[in-house]
């Protein structure tokens, strides 16, 4: 199994950015997907970015596709979310989580992480 914890999270402006970080315990990292979800409060958490094992693919939701950018560095063991362009909408607490079963590439469905970090807070003024 692995452990997990954000960092990064904070207050920031409409148009402003922020980068996330997860830091993933445990030595064999590039053996799982990653990817970020993200609940505001009222609403289910949601799908925001994946990446898979090797980094050679990543997806995201439509909400945010061309502001987020995920990446990972394999020998860091961490996995982070470079958000641009922020809306007040994108306010939310941000969770990391990690796939070690997947067969696919990449998911989007929650359900298909085993692990998940503490989550980070972003809040962003308008």
């Known amino acids: 199994q692995v452990q997990l914890v954000e960092s990064g999270g904070g207050l920031v402006q409409a148009g402003g950015s922020l980068r996330l970080s997860c830091a993933a315990s445990?030595?064999?990292?590039?053996?799982?997907?990653m990817g970020w979800f993200r609940q505001a409060p009222g609403k289910e958490r949601e799908f925001v970015a994946g990446i898979s094992r090797s980094g050679g693919s990543t997806a995201y939701a439509d909400s945010v596709k061309g502001r987020f950018t995920i990446s990972r560095d394999n020998a860091k063991n961490t996995v982070y979310l470079q958000m641009n362009s922020l809306k007040p909408e994108d306010t939310a607490v941000y969770s990391c989580a990690a796939s070690g079963k997947l067969i696919a590439v990449i998911t989007t469905t929650l359900g298909e992480y085993n692990y998940w970090g503490q989550g980070t807070q972003v809040t962003v003024s308008s």
């Open positions: 445990g030595r064999t990292f590039s053996s799982y997907v």
